[in-house]
C-alpha cells in the first residue's frame, strides 16, 4: 500500500502561482511513477502532469503545458507540481497518483494509489 496526501492548494488571483505536494508512505516511493489529475465540478477527472520513478521523463496536458511543473525529491517522498501563470479554468481538485511500470503514464486508470486531493480556486 502507499498513501498519498496532497497540499498546498487554495485560493489565488488569475495570473498567480501555487505549488502542491504530495507527501508519500508506506512503500519504496523511488518504485514509484507519479501523476497528478485534476477534476472541475462537473467534470471528469483529467490528467495534468506525470513524472517517471527518477525524475527524468514528464509528461503535461497540452492545457498546463508551459506553465506547470512537476518534479519528485526520492529523498523525501514527495512530487510537486509548481503552478504558473493560473487561469480561472485550473480550478479543480487536484490529485497525485502513483503507479509501477517501466514508465509514467497519462491514463488515470494505470495509477493504483491515489490521494484525497486538494482544492485549488483561481479567481478572475
Known amino acids: 500500500q502507499v498513501q498519498l496526501v496532497e497540499s498546498g492548494g487554495g485560493l489565488v488571483q488569475a495570473g498567480g502561482s501555487l505549488r502542491l505536494s504530495c507527501a508519500a508512505s508506506g512503500r519504496t516511493f523511488s518504485n514509484y511513477n507519479m501523476g497528478w489529475f485534476r477534476q472541475a465540478p462537473g467534470k471528469g477527472r483529467e490528467f495534468v502532469a506525470a513524472?517517471?520513478?527518477?525524475?527524468?521523463?514528464?509528461y503535461y496536458a497540452n492545457s498546463v503545458k508551459g506553465r506547470f511543473t512537476i518534479s519528485r525529491d526520492n529523498a523525501k517522498n514527495t512530487v510537486y507540481l509548481e503552478m504558473n501563470s493560473l487561469k480561472p479554468e485550473d480550478t479543480a481538485v487536484y490529485y497525485c497518483?502513483?503507479?509501477?511500470?517501466?514508465?509514467?503514464?497519462?491514463?488515470?486508470?494505470?495509477?493504483?494509489?491515489w490521494g484525497r486531493g486538494t482544492e485549488v480556486t483561481v479567481s478572475s
Open positions: 497518483a502513483a503507479h509501477r511500470g517501466p514508465r509514467a503514464s497519462t491514463y488515470s486508470g494505470q495509477y493504483d494509489y
Open positions: 513524472i517517471n520513478w527518477s525524475g527524468g521523463t514528464t
